[in-house]
T-cell receptor, first 115, second 114 residues
């Protein structure tokens, strides 16, 4: 079975450019999460969706970040404009069960470098 | 303010010995705890969990211990193997609050030396 699929795996861009990260969750999973991993903050939740509806976006750093889930099989995380401090690994995860159960399945991540 | 703390960024252990990874939490509402393991260039994968009604949960070479009064948990790996070299994330949640997502620590990088 295919797991969570993220693209691109690596992205290098210049400050000020728009970045779009993509995620395809596991089929049938009702919950989708976007996490960011940095050395300083570890794994932090940015936003999560339930049945394509954003439930908690309190982790989104600022208005430059936006996330959408137009259907059950696709989500995007957009950064516009990007800044060097956005450099991190961005993980998408999906879950069949509610978020408190911890049964998250992560993708391989998108490593973003903003120069 | 970190609610889940992993104060050791890294740990090195000889193959065959015990690895002990520690985690502290500050939120007394947390009652379900998990460990995830992450290899380079891969996403984290679930390893083991424990509910606050228990103080120990074992799965093969992996055992998690929970000390609620100290708000502390630890992951023991016995015996350690080179394939255990990875970053280990501790996470916590509220078991009966469905919309409360996991809170992760910063991770501890374990190196098992052959």
């Amino acid at each position: 079975d295919a797991g969570v699929i993220q693209s691109p795996r690596h992205e290098v861009t210049e400050m000020g450019q728009e970045v779009t990260l993509r995620c395809k969750p596991i089929s049938g999973h009702d919950y989708l999460f976007w996490y960011r991993q940095t050395m300083m903050r570890g794994l932090e939740l940015l936003i999560y969706f339930n049945n394509n509806v954003p439930i908690d976006d309190s982790g989104m750093p600022e208005d430059r970040f936006s996330a959408k889930m137009p259907n059950a099989s696709f989500s995007t995380l957009k950064i516009q404009p990007s800044e060097p401090r956005d450099s991190a690994v961005y993980f998408c995860a999906s879950s069949l069960a509610p978020p408190n159960t911890g049964e998250l399945f992560f993708g391989e991540g998108s490593r973003l470098t903003v120069l | 303010d970190q609610q889940v703390k992993q104060n050791s960024p890294s740990l090195s252990v000889q193959e065959g010995r015990i690895s002990i990874l520690n985690c502290d939490y500050t939120n007394s509402m947390f009652d379900y705890f998990l460990w995830y393991k992450k290899y380079p260039a891969e996403g984290p994968t679930f390893l083991i969990s424990i509910s606050s009604i228990k103080d120990k949960n074992e799965d093969g070479r992996f055992t998690v211990f929970l000390n609620k009064s100290a708000k502390h948990l630890s992951l023991h790996i016995v015996p350690s193997q080179p394939g255990d070299s990875a970053v280990y994330f501790c996470a916590a949640s509220r078991q009966y609050s469905g919309n409360t997502p996991l809170v992760f620590g910063k991770g501890t990088r374990l190196s098992v030396i052959a």
